[in-house]
């Protein structure tokens, strides 16, 4: 199981913004400059956050981006939603009876990777951005 670099990069993009959203609204040229993401990636990410109003952008010469709501209001799961990140530690669709790749019955340690799903989803459901901004200034001290 791996997050893909959409994933990834969201939530980088999004830390990056909550740290400054409060001053002015962010360019997306200034978050690709200080996290280093390609800035076409950035606008493909940011539509995505726009669409499920994680943020919202701001028209005009100190124009950017400002989040839609309050940090600590915000997810991990939230922003993985929006930009179609799947967490999934099985291949198999749990809701069909049919088992692990296409046999009759469920691999012999699905429950295993199951459980282990189930604790990784409930982990970005407890975290906020708020919690990682917080963590990063914790760490520079």
Same mark, same amino acid.
């Given at each position: ?22 001053? &002015? ?9 200080? /996290? ?6 950035? $606008? ?11 943020? /919202?952008?701001?028209? +005009? !010469?100190?124009? +950017? ?7 600590? $209001?915000? !997810? ?8 179609? #990140?799947?967490? !999934? ?5 749990? $809701?069909?009876? !049919? +088992?692990?790749? +296409? ?11 199951? #459980? @282990?799903?189930?604790?990784? &989803? &409930? ?6 951005? #708020? ?5 990063? @200034?914790?760490?520079?001290?």
């Amino acid at each position: 199981m791996k997050l893909s670099s959409k994933g990834r990069y969201a939530v980088m993009a999004l830390v990056d913004l909550a740290r400054f959203n409060e001053i &002015n609204p962010v360019s997306l040229r200034d978050i690709s400059l200080r /996290q280093g993401i390609s800035l076409d990636y950035l $606008e493909q990410i940011f539509s995505k956050l726009r669409k499920n109003e994680i943020v /919202q952008s701001v028209r +005009g !010469k100190q124009g +950017g981006y400002i989040l839609n709501k309050k940090a600590r $209001e915000i !997810k991990l799961t939230n922003i993985l939603d929006a930009v179609d #990140e799947k967490v !999934k530690t099985v291949q198999c669709k749990k $809701e069909l009876k !049919k +088992g692990c790749n +296409g046999k009759a019955t469920k691999c012999l340690t699905h429950n295993l990777w199951d #459980e @282990l799903e189930t604790h990784i &989803n &409930n982990f970005f459901d407890k975290k906020s951005l #708020e919690d990682l901004v917080q963590d990063n @200034l914790d760490r520079r001290a």
